[in-house]
């Protein structure tokens, strides 16, 4: 007997039971007793479309035993939105789901459903996801998300201090340096978006009067400025110093001066503290192939094909031979852009 069978809170409820093709199935699921059974009373629930408290009780306990079963979350969160249940309720027993099973995306997606019928942003939201992060600081769905939050509640200003405190901690943190530039520049990127929808929106509508200033000003408003860019470079480049080796914070240099529009050559003459190619074999040579990498790419912009040639042999030879056939593809792109040119 099982434990809805037995129940009489469920004595009006016919199971549907799984079809597995026939009485004689190729390849049946091995599911246990109990699985089955709250399966086969979730389905009678769903073709009634009931939405009850027994349907949120249902779908707790499948979800305790396959966290991973997207249709479950979904019918859970019809129901709740349609009882008008306590939001934060939900929120409370997802942080100890949440807990328990670190790498599901079915839970913060259901997080992000809930989150979205809540007006204002919960005090303990943010410190449980620095909770989260403590456990596995490069969990995907924790920071998929926050940018998600950071958009939504509008947290652009407030989470900066947030990544520094993580990138001091540690400065190769490569999900931190992500969202560093989402936070940093992610609001000039949506606000460039929302613009172009309203626009496409406007095609077909009639031609409205005293909007186009007003549309000037919050696009300038959301463009970052100067200071911004230089904040960035100059955050990019301490923490360069501190790790000349790790890779991420030549890459965030590298994606701040294109989105400021500016050649590598701004950075030029730091890149070449740790990579002094005439005199690489020196104690103050080469202490980083990105830097190495960096130059490389700056003397191709300014043509000096030579020398550029010679960086990446040296990439392909000595400080990154793993990458040689990278590196010497490189090579044959610079001299097919000389050629070209």
Known sequence: MGIYEDSTKWADIVPIPQDEGGPNPLAAIAYTDEYSEAMSYLRALMAKDEC??????????????????????????????????????????????????????????????????????????????????SKEVKNYHVWSYRQWLVRHFSLWDAELPFVEALLRSDIRNNSAWNHRWYVTFGRADFAAKEQEYEHEQEQDLP????????????????????????????FAQQAIEKAPQNQSPWNYLRG??????????????????????EEEEGRNGVTSSHALEFLADVWAEEKEKERAEKAL?????????????????????????????
């Not at 035993?65 to 249940?85: E, Q």
């Not at 701040?256 to 190619?277: D, P, R, S, T």
């Not at 040296?314 to 044959?332: H, M, T």
């Open 52 to 133: 009850s408290e027994r349907a949120i009780d249902l779908t707790e306990h499948i979800i305790s035993m396959n966290p991973s079963h997207y249709t479950v979350w979904l019918y859970r969160a019809k129901v709740i939105r349609v009882l008008g249940s306590d939001l934060q309720e939900e929120l409370n027993w997802l942080n100890v789901i949440s807990l328990k099973h670190l790498k599901n995306y079915q839970i913060w997606h259901h997080r992000q459903v809930i989150m979205s019928q809540v007006p204002h942003l919960p005090s303990n939201e943010i410190p449980f996801l620095a909770r989260m992060l």
């Open 256 to 277: 701040v001066l294109k989105k400021q529009g500016q050649g590598l050559g701004k950075c030029k003459v730091f890149a070449e503290k740790f990579a002094n190619v």
């Open 207 to 234: 031609s409205q009067s005293d909007t186009s200033s007003e549309k000037k000003e919050k696009e300038e408003k959301e463009i970052p400025p100067p200071s911004i860019y230089e904040r960035e470079i100059d």
């Open 313 to 341: 042999d040296l990439l392909a030879q000595k400080y990154d031979p793993i990458r040689k056939n990278y590196w010497r593809f490189k090579k044959g792109l610079l001299e097919q852009a000389i050629a070209a040119a």
